[in-house]
């Protein structure tokens, strides 16, 4: 829920809220990085509170950074260079309401991954009363893929979508049945690309573009991606790899049994060590080394399937008609394919660095384009 710098303030009398957390800067190495909050930082807590806040749905909201402190440039003599480059910023974070009602629970992301954690996974699961790969696919894989799509590509915004920065929100439906909805916290490390429209509606001394890293949107979302996959979809294969029953799911348990069968157990596991560790072998050659592993694969099929049913692949393909993102699909393999232990790339930031440029060139032409028919006398 919080960091290190964030600190629970009791607010005066009369305030719109009785509680909220401020993000101060420190000083201080924590975790082998300097805790500082510099002025880029809040300004785009400000920018993506705004961006986010427009659009929550139902199943995914975020914790609003909406009062940062960002000076003025004129209140600060450019001659402290110290005051510049010390990070003089504040967040501030209301206390949201759904973190004072009852009826949910509320937990981060990485409460699902690890030994220690799978019997709470595991209670979900049973509740759903679907199949582990079923349960996985649609709680978290299926929605985290549109997320992304349509924040990435149609929004412009990325999240740095990752154990700690993503929340759960759990309750139980009228069937009793699990239901999982997201919550992010954390905007300052968000990066995106605001329209002229967006950028208006922000305090006047934060409109720069500048100040949202624009010029590495597209490599950044490329990492971001990738990123899923390794932080992500990694740990939840490894916890299923480890302690999974080899009669609830058959699809993972053969898949599970092929990748023993052709030695690459080691990429989730160590001799000896199911059920009672987290460690796994992390050296391998490339005849060892499997990159993407059980849920890694769905989320790559999740992730063209929305792309294709939103239209991006067409868009791309009205722009440049010789594109053929077929080869995709060709090098991250089935499920069940032995064929593609080690791909030659990182799937997920490829995926994002061969499709944004195309799809921002065809968007922005459209754009371009119907600018030019409205103000055609």
């Not at 592993?293 to 989320?299: A, M, P, R, T, V």
């Amino acid at each position: 829920m919080s960091s290190f710098r964030t600190l629970l303030i009791a607010l005066p009398a009369g305030s719109t809220t009785e509680f909220a957390m401020v993000k101060v800067s420190l000083n201080e190495e924590i975790g082998g990085v300097r805790r500082l909050l510099y002025q880029k930082e809040c300004a785009a807590s400000v920018a993506n509170s705004s961006v986010l806040k427009n659009k929550q749905t139902e199943m995914f909201t975020c914790l609003e950074e909406n009062l940062s402190f960002v000076p003025d440039a004129h209140l600060i003599d450019p001659k402290e260079e110290a005051v510049q480059l010390s990070g003089a910023g504040m967040i501030h974070r209301p206390v949201p309401e759904l973190f004072t009602t009852q009826g949910h629970y509320i937990i981060p992301l990485y409460a699902l991954f690890g030994i220690n954690n799978w019997p709470l996974l595991n209670a979900l699961i049973e509740q759903s009363q679907t199949t582990p790969t079923q349960f996985i696919t649609d709680a978290l894989l299926s929605p985290i893929a549109e997320e992304m799509v349509d924040h990435i590509y149609r929004q412009r915004f990325y999240l740095e979508f990752h154990g700690q920065n993503v929340l759960l929100k759990l309750t139980m439906d009228r069937n009793d049945l699990p239901v999982i909805d997201f919550i992010y916290r954390d905007m300052g490390g968000v990066n995106c690309r605001l329209s002229d429209v967006q950028l208006h509606q922000l305090p006047e001394h934060v409109r720069g573009h500048a100040q949202y890293w624009e010029p590495n949107f597209i490599p950044d979302a490329a990492v971001i991606m990738e990123g899923i996959a390794k932080k992500v979809l990694f740990n939840l294969t490894k916890v299923f790899f480890k302690s999974e029953p080899t009669t609830r799911d058959p699809e993972f348990c053969c898949w599970r049994a092929k990748m023993t069968v052709y030695g690459y157990q080691d990429n989730w596991t160590l001799p000896g060590a199911d059920g009672r560790t987290d460690n796994h072998r992390t050296r391998h050659t490339p005849k060892t080394f499997y990159r993407y592993g059980y849920f890694e694969k769905i989320f790559a099929r999740e992730l063209l399937e929305v792309m294709t049913r939103h239209g991006i692949f067409l868009n791309i393909k009205r722009s440049c008609p010789d594109y053929d993102y077929s080869f995709f699909m060709d090098k991250i393999g089935n499920v069940d394919s032995c064929n593609t232990p080690c791909v030659e790339f990182e799937w997920f930031s490829e995926l994002v660095k061969m499709t944004l440029p195309h799809y921002f060139q065809h968007q922005d032409a459209y754009s371009r384009r119907k600018n030019i028919r409205v103000v055609r006398p």
